[in-house]
């Protein structure tokens, strides 16, 4: 197990299409997050699972967004209809509970 | 509300000098944890160092150590001997109890051969 893994890396799509990013965290951390980082910004936090449990939601996370994490393993998070404005970096990153997070490479989505 | 500002956009050191990032944070909890995450060009964020803040002891990992003021809400990062794999996006992030991570706007670093 070597860390965090995005996937894609990269994804370009026309707007109003829909995308999904998968994220696998480290096998034995039972937190994992989705924050969303634009150029010049900090990451910004979007949502977070324990186990399968969706336990927080940002406001940024419209109703175009939905996150899901069935077995408590992997997550995905999809954006529907999707806006230029939703251009950015989305980074997941897994923790142990009082940890510091261990972040994915990031998937950069680009909406054209 | 909980907000954490990084007033330096840019910075740059010497290789082998020593550099100082600044950070402050706002919030009305006691009990939280401070850290400094490493961002290089194109690559992946890094834990650089971490801070509980009940504990008065400044951490320090090898060449980074930190000036932790709880009562000012100041966490500042110490780059000692810089080198140019220093060269990065520098981010602090507070977490006050519960999950989420509130970051700055980042410290772009360059450190100058």
């Known amino acids: 197990d070597t860390g965090v893994s995005q996937d894609p890396r990269h994804k370009i799509t026309k707007r109003g299409q829909n995308v999904t990013f998968r994220c696998d965290p480290i096998?034995?951390?039972?937190?994992l997050y989705w924050y969303r980082q634009t150029l010049g910004q900090g990451p910004e936090f979007l949502t977070y699972?324990?186990?399968?449990?969706?336990?927080?939601k940002s406001r940024l996370l419209s109703d175009r967004f939905s996150a899901e994490r069935p077995k408590g393993s992997f997550s995905t998070l999809e954006i529907q209809r999707t806006e230029q404005g939703d251009s950015a970096m989305y980074l997941c990153?897994?923790?142990?509970?009082?940890?510091?997070?261990?972040f994915g490479s990031g998937t950069r989505l680009t909406v054209v | 509300a909980q907000t954490v500002t990084q007033s330096q956009p840019e910075m740059s050191v010497q290789e082998a000098e020593t550099v100082t990032l600044s950070c402050t944070y706002d919030?009305?909890?006691?009990?939280?944890?401070l850290f400094w995450y490493k961002q290089p060009p194109s690559r992946q964020m890094i834990l650089v160092i971490r801070?509980?803040?009940?504990?008065?002891q400044n951490a320090t990992e090898n060449r980074f150590s930190v000036n932790f003021q709880k009562a000012a809400k100041s966490f500042s990062l110490k780059i000692s001997d810089s080198q140019l794999g220093d060269t990065a996006m520098y981010f602090c992030?507070?977490?006050?109890?519960?999950?989420?991570?509130?970051f700055g706007t980042g410290t772009s670093l360059t450190v100058i051969p």
């Open positions: 096998s034995e951390h039972n937190r």
């Open positions: 990153a897994s923790s142990l509970p009082n940890r510091g997070y261990t």
């Open positions: 801070q509980e803040a009940y504990k008065q």
């Open positions: 699972f324990q186990n399968e449990a969706q336990l927080e």
């Open positions: 919030t009305s909890e006691s009990n939280y944890y």
């Open positions: 992030a507070f977490r006050p109890t519960g999950n989420q991570f509130y």
